[in-house]
């Protein structure tokens, strides 16, 4: 729906009743802005001041930190009217918002009304800045999960209703090795961007000595000391376990923090028995108790924030037992869990947890589900002919799907195989009778997947130029994080390797049109050569990674590349420039890189233990 001035016309006052008329007119020109609302939350009429302000409901301005949208929302849903008083964004002008069911046009509606002191028509008043919160606050929280074979990780955060109260509540999940992985929730001190910001210093304090010693007590102790010396970050609460996916045990500790809330496999919940203990860097050198629990195979662990339950002392047991029952409602029924293939739990969880008047503070959820039994590895053997492929798809898309993982990892790596099985269908056997053609898929404690297309015919070298099995090796090397390839007595063995992350979908070409550095192929020569110029940055980086593998035919030939034109290489370039030197690593070859004897992209090579990688020259 178009926003500006005009989009909703007035409505036209009945010719024959004067009163009705005078009404509109009145209302037309009120200071307030008037909207009348269907049931879809659409304005059917908007007076001067609300078409001056915009009609779609997404824009609507937030007061008090709360969206109006929100507000016409609620009054819809419930039938009862809703008020708001506050700021009109963030030092904004006093205003107050007035929401009232009402039948429109015969159906279910609602009139707004939005007063200020000061409402003028210009929509750049209305707030962003708690937008730029929430975008900062994301930003810090985990990109990923680890995704183990034997539990199912969901993280979710939510932003506080009051703009002036959001910002420092955050959770991680750590992989261990062994099957173990920390699990994690903290609530900073403070709100906004500044809470944030210690937020990302508490969870980086953590993980660094998570990798030292993952045990609860010595992780509070180090955290505990941390904070002593971080003012922003005294008094910060958290809650700190380390579960073993395998066997369930769970060893736990927190500081400041209320206890995770168990699901176990009948439906019920319990809170876990923690003994308290102040927040971090209040009490420097208290003791640290360490808890002890087996989470039994289909049942969940629920870690929130304070956010989740904050309220006034008399609606507190109201909100602990919101939660308990959103828990029960979304987590009951571990079957289902179980067969669901990417459902956003913690995100459930904290819709149902929320309060009426929407989340007076941030709220983070991570859920932690051991599954009921185990996905056994996949294996098929079949005869090598192209007529097997569309089988072997959905028989490993089915077992992916088992595993939990997303649609669009999912499909990086059926392609990777398919390319894998293709070229075994085409080109082990030719010359002769079709023969066998074994795939084998499993994921180890850790979350690594590894798929192995096996054949016993002959393997051919690619061409020079880009093109069959080189092709196919270059495809599986941009799915996926390891590809190696065999030779043995009998055949080719092609293995794909994967550590799986529960990732949001991306749209994969977000970010291509806004690569700095220009990316070019020269084959002159005895051999390829890969020349960048301008600026590497993580954008420019995967265009490097693509042209480098394409160069290299997925990393079966010799390639070189020539950074003498660079102005600037990101941590992104070195990244891809070390994954090409294992791949060449691994293919018995070493990748030449050409860089200027002085330069800063020499030195940046050199210090990220490149030297001793590639040849630098």
């Known amino acids: 729906m178009s926003t500006g001035p005009g989009s909703v016309p007035p409505l036209p006052g009945p010719a024959g009743e004067a009163g009705t008329a005078v009404l509109v007119a009145a209302m037309e020109s009120a200071p307030a802005a008037i909207y009348c609302l269907s049931a879809a939350a659409e304005p059917v009429w908007a007076n001067a001041r609300a078409r001056a ?3 779609d409901p997404a824009a609507m301005p937030m007061i008090d930190g709360r969206k109006v949208g929100e507000l016409v929302e609620a009054a819809l849903r419930t039938g009862r009217p809703e008020t708001v008083t506050g700021p ?29 002191e000061d409402v003028v028509a210009d929509p750049s008043l209305w707030p962003r800045t708690a937008d730029g919160v929430e975008q900062a606050q994301l930003s810090l929280l985990p990109p990923s999960l680890p995704m183990l074979p034997d539990l199912r990780l969901s993280g979710s955060y939510h932003r506080a209703s009051s703009s002036t109260a959001a910002g420092g509540d955050w959770y991680d999940a750590v992989s261990l090795g062994g ?4 699990l994690v929730v903290g609530d900073a001190v403070g709100h906004g961007v500044p809470a944030a910001g210690a937020m990302s210093r508490l969870r980086g304090a953590m993980r660094s000595s998570a990798l030292r010693d993952p045990s ?54 319990a809170f876990l028995p923690l003994d308290p203990r102040p927040p971090l860097g209040s009490f420097p050198g208290s003791p640290v108790a360490e808890g002890r629990l087996v989470l039994e195979q289909g049942a969940t662990l629920v870690l929130f924030s304070n956010g989740a339950v904050t309220s006034a002392a008399a609606e507190a047991p109201r909100a602990l037992e919101r939660l308990s029952n959103a828990a029960r409602t979304v987590l009951g029924d571990p079957d289902t869990l179980d067969r669901a293939e990417r459902a956003d739990l913690a995100a459930a969880v904290a819709e149902g947890a929320r309060s009426p008047g929407g989340w007076p503070d941030d709220v983070a959820v991570l859920v932690a589900h051991r599954r009921s039994a185990t ?63 074994t795939v084998t898929a499993a994921v180890d404690v850790d ?66 049109a806004t690569a700095n550095a220009t990316v070019t192929v020269d084959r002159s020569g005895a051999r390829p050569v890969v020349r960048v110029s301008g600026a590497v940055d993580e954008f420019s980086a995967e265009q490097l990674r693509i042209r480098l593998l394409e160069a290299s035919h997925g990393g079966t030939g010799r390639v070189e590349l020539d950074l003498g034109g660079v102005s600037l290489f990101s941590s992104a370039a070195v990244r891809v420039v070390l994954a090409i030197a294992r791949i060449a690593r691994d293919e018995g070859w070493r990748l030449v890189v050409h860089a200027a004897e002085g330069g800063v992209t020499r030195h940046v090579l050199q210090i990220s233990g490149l030297g001793g990688l590639v040849d630098l020259r």
């Open 88 to 116: 009109l964004g963030p030092g904004g002008p006093r205003a107050t918002a007035v929401v009232r069911p009402l039948r429109v046009a015969g159906g279910q509606g609602a009139l707004l009304v939005l007063e200020s």
């Open 375 to 437: 996905l056994e590895p996949l294996h098929l053997e079949l005869i090598a002919t192209p007529a097997v492929l569309p089988g072997i798809r959905r028989r490993l898309g089915g077992w992916l799907t088992g595993l939990g993982m997303g649609e669009q990892d999912r499909v990086g790596v059926m392609v990777a195989v398919g390319e894998a099985c293709a070229n075994a269908a085409e080109h082990a056997y030719r010359g002769s009778e079709p023969g066998p053609m």
């Open 216 to 269: 609860p007590a010595a992780v509070l102790a180090a955290l505990d000391d941390f904070a002593g010396q971080m003012d922003d970050v005294e008094g910060a609460s958290v809650f700190y376990g380390v579960l073993d996916a395998g066997t369930g045990d769970l060893v736990y500790a927190a500081a400041g923090h209320p206890p995770p809330l168990v699901v176990g496999t009948d439906g019920g919940t």
């Open 447 to 512: 979350g690594l997947l590894t798929v192995t297309v096996r054949d016993q015919g002959s393997w051919r070298p690619p061409d020079r130029d880009p093109g069959d099995r080189g092709r196919g090796l270059m495809i599986m090397r941009q799915l996926v994080d390891g590809v190696v390839l065999e030779e043995e007595e009998r055949g080719t063995a092609v293995t794909l390797s994967m550590r799986l992350r529960r990732t949001p979908d991306v749209d994969p070409e977000l970010g291509a």
């Open 53 to 55: 302000l915009g009609t």
């Open 179 to 182: 099957g173990r992985v920390a």
